[in-house]
């Protein structure tokens, strides 16, 4: 298979991810290489920001290929991905005339792509997408995989599903309008990849030349680690779709990720700016723990600074902490699981860790 086409492996519907540059002006071809037919009505959801930067060039592309599409906004931003903006979009299906047969186009970040997968998963009781993530994080992690949620006002992600899309398509190329600080919080993603699976990724990683190029969006670079990460992904997900089991490890550093995100606010800290600290006190308590070298999880917290992450766990209280861990989905019989490195490249899932090896990072 091409080296930038990689195959996500399912018992049922296996699809494809394709990343190329420029790829954003060829998406008519490439729907119709994997068999969509031009009569199929599609409807496209963005944001405003990204469908001023690429809507017309996409539409313009789909027309060449006479494609009937249309673009519908939703409004940007965390505290939207919810269930008004769901209902925004059955709206825009409705008004436009959705029917089975039609398809829908995910363009956009994880915002986007999550709450648009979740509404092509529940109309007319599920019908066709496609995924174009258009953030380094979307692209190397919810673009690829199938989670579709929206939030609940008691929590991140409460209401989804697992709906896998027909294909992935990635223009590296988008990235080139990406604020920086929304490109190094998705290069935490990467770094995780490293650490749970990808010793050579990590060390690619490492390298000042080869970060210098990524820092730089240079073409190859880029490539390559979005190419590397998707790999780990797609073959994790291929063993275990619904996050039975060893998918988990695809959450290394999101347990206090997400109590970061959530006592501090949505938007203070991004998330991968969230899962960064959460990495390194995973780290410390692996180290702790004498399952992982002090020398690995110094070079962890390095590398994750090196890319302008933070490490510093900001001020929280421990009892906010426990209550937003136990309505963690990660807990699973009244007992929290950690994900945890025990190697550089591989990591393991444990549910021995007592409240006081991990409350000590907190007030
Ligand atoms: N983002 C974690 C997963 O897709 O399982």
């Avoid at 409004?75 to 709206?91: D, R, T, V, Y």
């Avoid at 994900?339 to 591989?346: D, F, K, N, Q």
């Amino acid at each position: 298979m091409d080296k930038n086409k990689i195959l996500v492996p399912l018992s049922n519907n296996s699809y494809e991810v394709i990343i190329k540059q420029g790829l954003i002006n060829s998406i008519g071809e490439e729907l119709t290489r994997i068999g969509i037919n031009n009569n199929r009505k599609i409807l496209i959801v963005s944001n405003k920001e990204i469908s001023t930067l690429f809507g017309s060039k996409l539409l313009n592309n789909l027309k060449k290929y006479n494609f009937n599409a249309e673009i519908f906004n939703i409004k940007a931003g965390e505290s939207h991905k919810n269930l008004a903006s769901l209902s925004e979009i059955f709206n825009a299906a409705f008004e436009v005339g959705l029917d089975r047969n039609s398809l829908i186009i995910a363009l956009g970040g994880g915002i986007v792509g999550d709450v648009t997968g979740f509404a092509a998963a529940t109309w007319l009781r599920g019908i066709e997408y496609i995924q174009i993530p258009t953030t380094l994080l979307s692209m190397v992690d919810s673009s690829v995989g199938g989670k579709t949620a929206v939030n609940h006002p008691k929590g991140k992600n409460l209401i989804g599903a697992f709906y896998q899309p027909k294909a992935v398509f990635i223009d590296p190329e988008t990235l080139i309008t990406l604020p920086t600080r929304e490109f190094k919080a998705g290069m935490a993603e990467v770094i995780k990849y490293g650490v749970i699976k990808d010793k050579s990724l990590f060390e690619y990683l490492e390298n000042e030349k080869n970060r210098n190029k990524i820092i730089n969006l240079e073409n190859e670079s880029l490539i390559k680690i979005i190419n590397k990460s998707i790999k780990t992904k797609a073959r994790i997900v291929s063993e275990d779709e619904k996050e039975i089991g060893i998918r988990a490890i695809l959450n290394y550093g999101h347990s206090f990720g997400h109590v970061i995100e959530n006592l501090c606010g949505y938007g203070e800290y991004l998330h991968g700016e969230a899962i960064s600290i959460g990495m390194k006190i995973a780290g410390d308590i692996a180290t702790e723990k004498n399952l992982w070298s002090k020398e690995h999880s110094l070079r962890q917290d390095h590398l994750i600074e090196s890319y302008g992450l933070p490490t510093q766990t900001p001020k929280i209280k421990k009892n906010e902490v426990m209550k937003i861990l136990m309505g963690d989905k990660k807990v699973r019989n009244g007992k929290m699981r950690f994900i945890l490195p025990v190697e550089l490249g591989e990591v393991d899932i444990f549910n021995d860790i007592n409240e006081t090896q991990f409350l000590k990072y907190f007030d």
